[in-house]
C-alpha cells in the first residue's frame, strides 16, 4: 500500500527517524514563523508594490503614496531579515536534531543484536550513520518547514485575494494546489527510481573506500591498485548519472509550477477587469489581483526539491531503521539508563555456561555441548584452529548472540534477558580488532570509563606492561595516537586495548587474540602479563582465545575446541580441557603445536 508514493514501511520508519531527533517545537515553531514572514513579507512587497504602482499611474498627491512607499522598503528589509533568521533557526533545529540522532541511534544500536549489525558491511553502516543521517536532518530544513511555511502563507494569501475577487481567489488556490501537489507528486514517483541507484551506488563506494584504506598495504602487494581505482571510477560515473536522472523530475514539476502560475495569473487578470468594468473593486486592486499570484507561487516552487527530499530521507529511514531493534525492544527506562558505577574486582560475579549450542542467527551450529565455569580469579584459556567457533563462543558467553540452546548465566541470571549496560558491569569483551581511536591515549582508555582518571590511567597502562613506554612518552597520556593505530606498534596496540578492557573494572574478562598479528616472543609476553595481571588478590576472572600455546602455563584452566570425530560437518565441542601441564602429558596434539611453536622461536 502507498500513501502519497510514499510506502506505509517508509512513513513509519521516517516517523520513527523524526522521533528521534527530538526536535524542540520551540524551536520549530520559531523557523516555521520566520519562514513565513519571510515568505509574507515577499508576497506583501509584491502586493503593496502592484498597488504602489497603478495608483502613482493615477498622478495623485505625492503624500497620498507615503505610506505605500514605506511599506515597499519596510517589506523589502524584512523580506530578507527574516530570511536570514529563518536559516539559522532552520539550520540549528537540523543540525541539533541530527546530533540527537545519532546519539540515539548509538543508544538503539547497544540493545541491539550484535548479528544484526556483524551482518552489514563496515562501509555500508559508514554510510547509514553519516549520509543517511544527514538526509533525515535535510528532511526537517528542505522538505518538512518548506511544506510548512508554504501551506500557512499559501491559505492566508488565497483568503487575502478573495476578499477582494472570490473568483481570482479560487483560481488561485487552483493553481497553488496544481503547483504545491500535482507537481511534486510527479517528482516523488520519478526520483524513487534514480534514488535506488543512488543508494546502492554510494553503498557500494563507501565500502570499496573502506577496503582501500584498511588494505591499503595488502592492495598494493597484489598490484591491484590499478583495478581498484577503476572499479570505483566506474561507482561514480553511476552515481552521477543517478544524481543527472533525479534532475529530470525536478525540471518537470519546475514546468507545472510555471504552469499554475500562468493560470493563477491569467484568470485573476480576466476577472480582475470584469470586476473593474462593473465597478465592483477600484481600478488600482486590478494590478494587486493580477500581479500578488507572482509572489505567490515563491513557496510552491521550493515544494518540487523538497519532494526529492522526502524520498531521499524516507528510503535513509528505512535503512536507518533496519539496523535498529523493535521499538518495544529497546530498553531506555530511568532505571537502565542510569549510570552503572563499576563493579568491584572482588564482588562475586560468576558466569556459568550449561550445555551450551552457539551459532549465529540465520546459520548452522559451530559447537554444542560447551560447559564451563568463569569466576573472579579464574584464568581460563580457549584454543582451536582458526574458524572452530572460538570468537562465537566469546560473543554469546557476553550476551552479544544468542544461545541456540543452553543457557549463560551471571550469578544465576540469564545474561541474555539483562540490560546490555548491566552486563557489560560484569563481563567485559574486547574483541580482535576493537578500534584505536585518533585522539590522546588516556581518551583510549575512556572509552571503556569515561570517569577515568589520568592517575588511574597510569596504573593500567602499568599493569598492562606499558609503564616504560608511557613514561618516556614526552606527552605521557596525552600523547595523540593517529587513526587505527598507525603511530604505534603492535605490541603497544594490544597492550593499550588490554588497559582499555581493564579500565572497565568488570570483575570478568574475555579477549579475543590478543597476541595476533605478533611476533612469537612479544605475543608470549603480551599474554604471560594479561594472565598474570588478574591476580588472586584482585580477583579478576580472565578468559582469552588465542592460537599461542607456550603461554598458557599461567592459565588455570585450558579448554581445546574441536570437532569431537574429525567431521568437517559436525559441530565443535570441548575435546579436552585441563591444566596446560596435564594436556602436555595427555593430549598429542596440544603437545605437538607446543613442540612447534618452540622450533619457531629458535
Not at 592517575?455 to 587513526?483: F, H, M, N, R, V
Amino acid at each position: 500500500m502507498k500513501t502519497w508514493f510514499i510506502t506505509t514501511e517508509e512513513r513509519q520508519a521516517l516517523k520513527r527517524a523524526i522521533k528521534l531527533l527530538e526536535l524542540k517545537p520551540a524551536t520549530l515553531f520559531l523557523a516555521c514563523f520566520l519562514g513565513a514572514a519571510g515568505l509574507g513579507a515577499t508576497i506583501a512587497l509584491g502586493a503593496t508594490a502592484a498597488w504602489l504602482i497603478a495608483r502613482a499611474s493615477q498622478m495623485p498627491p505625492v503624500l497620498y503614496l507615503e505610506v505605500a512607499v514605506v511599506s515597499v522598503r519596510f517589506f523589502g528589509i524584512s523580506k530578507a531579515v527574516f530570511r536570514y533568521l529563518e536559516r539559522l533557526a532552520s539550520h540549528k533545529l537540523g543540525v541539533s536534531g541530527m546530533t540527537t540522532l545519532r546519539t540515539n541511534l548509538y543508544r538503539s544500536l547497544s540493545y541491539s543484536d550484535t548479528a544484526r549489525i556483524a551482518s552489514l558491511r563496515r562501509g555500508d553502516i559508514l554510510d547509514r550513520m553519516g549520509t543517511d543521517v544527514d538526509n533525515i536532518g535535510d528532511f526537517v530544513v528542505k522538505s518538512l518547514l518548506p511544506a510548512m511555511v508554504a501551506t500557512i502563507v499559501g491559505i492566508i494569501t488565497v483568503v487575502g485575494i478573495s476578499l477582494v475577487d472570490w473568483r481570482a481567489g479560487l483560481f488561485l488556490a487552483l493553481g497553488l494546489l496544481l503547483s504545491g501537489l500535482v507537481g511534486p507528486l510527479f517528482t516523488i514517483r520519478a526520483t524513487r527510481i534514480s534514488q535506488q541507484r543512488e543508494t546502492q551506488s554510494r553503498a557500494q563506494i563507501s565500502e570499496v573506500a573502506m577496503t582501500m584504506v584498511d588494505g591499503a598495504a595488502q592492495i598494493t602487494v597484489d598490484g591491484q591498485t590499478q583495478q581498484v581505482l577503476s572499479g570505483l571510477s566506474k561507482l561514480e560515473d553511476q552515481l552521477y548519472e543517478a544524481k543527472d536522472s533525479s534532475a529530470k523530475p525536478a525540471a518537470l514539476a519546475e514546468a507545472i509550477d510555471v504552469f499554475g502560475m500562468l493560470m493563477a495569473v491569467i484568470m485573476a487578470a480576466y476577472f480582475g477587469i470584469s470586476a473593474v468594468n462593473h465597478q465592483s473593486i477600484p481600478e488600482v486592486m486590478l494590478a494587486v489581483l493580477a500581479l500578488t499570484p507572482l509572489s505567490a507561487f515563491e513557496g510552491t516552487a521550493q515544494l518540487g526539491p523538497a519532494a526529492q527530499q522526502l524520498v531521499i530521507s524516507a528510503t535513509s529511514a528505512v535503512r536507518i531503521m533496519n539496523m535498529l531493534p523493535a521499538q518495544e525492544q529497546v530498553k531506555m527506562t530511568d532505571e537502565d539508563e542510569q549510570p552503572i558505577i563499576p563493579r568491584n574486582r572482588s564482588a562475586s560475579s560468576i558466569l556459568e555456561a550449561k550445555d551450551l549450542a552457539i551459532a549465529w542467527p540465520g546459520g548452522p551450529v559451530v559447537a554444542e555441548g560447551i560447559n564451563l565455569r568463569l569466576e573472579p580469579g579464574n584464568h581460563l584459556a580457549i584454543v582451536g584452529q582458526s574458524g572452530i567457533g572460538k570468537t562465537t563462543l566469546l560473543y554469546t558467553l557476553a550476551g552479544l548472540l544468542k544461545p541456540v540452546s543452553g543457557s549463560v548465566k551471571i550469578d544465576g541470571v540469564d545474561i541474555f534477558s539483562l540490560p546490555r549496560i548491566r552486563a557489560a558491569a560484569s563481563f567485559v569483551i574486547t574483541p580482535e580488532d576493537a578500534h584505536i581511536f585518533e585522539t590522546t591515549i588516556l581518551e583510549n582508555l575512556r572509552v571503556a570509563n569515561g570517569q577515568l582518571s589520568a592517575k588511574e590511567g597510569e596504573e593500567l597502562l602499568k599493569e598492562a606492561g606499558l609503564g616504560q613506554w608511557i613514561s618516556s612518552l614526552p606527552d605521557g597520556l596525552e600523547t595523540e595516537l593517529g587513526s587505527g593505530a598507525t603511530t604505534i606498534s603492535g605490541g603497544e596496540r594490544r597492550r593499550i586495548l588490554l588497559a582499555r578492557a581493564m579500565a572497565a573494572k568488570a570483575p570478568l574478562l574475555a579477549l579475543d587474540e590478543p597476541g595476533e598479528h605478533l611476533d612469537a616472543e612479544t605475543a608470549d609476553a603480551l599474554l604471560r602479563d594479561l594472565l598474570n595481571s588478574g591476580s588472586k588478590e584482585q580477583k579478576r576472572g580472565v578468559i582469552l582465545v588465542t592460537h599461542r600455546l607456550t603461554p598458557l602455563d599461567q592459565a588455570d584452566k585450558v579448554f581445546i575446541m574441536d570437532k569431537p570425530h574429525g567431521n568437517p560437518n559436525e559441530p565443535a565441542t570441548f575435546v579436552a580441557s585441563g591444566t596446560h601441564k596435564e594436556l602436555l602429558e595427555t593430549h598429542q596434539g596440544y603437545a605437538w603445536s607446543i613442540r612447534q611453536e618452540q622450533v619457531d622461536v629458535f
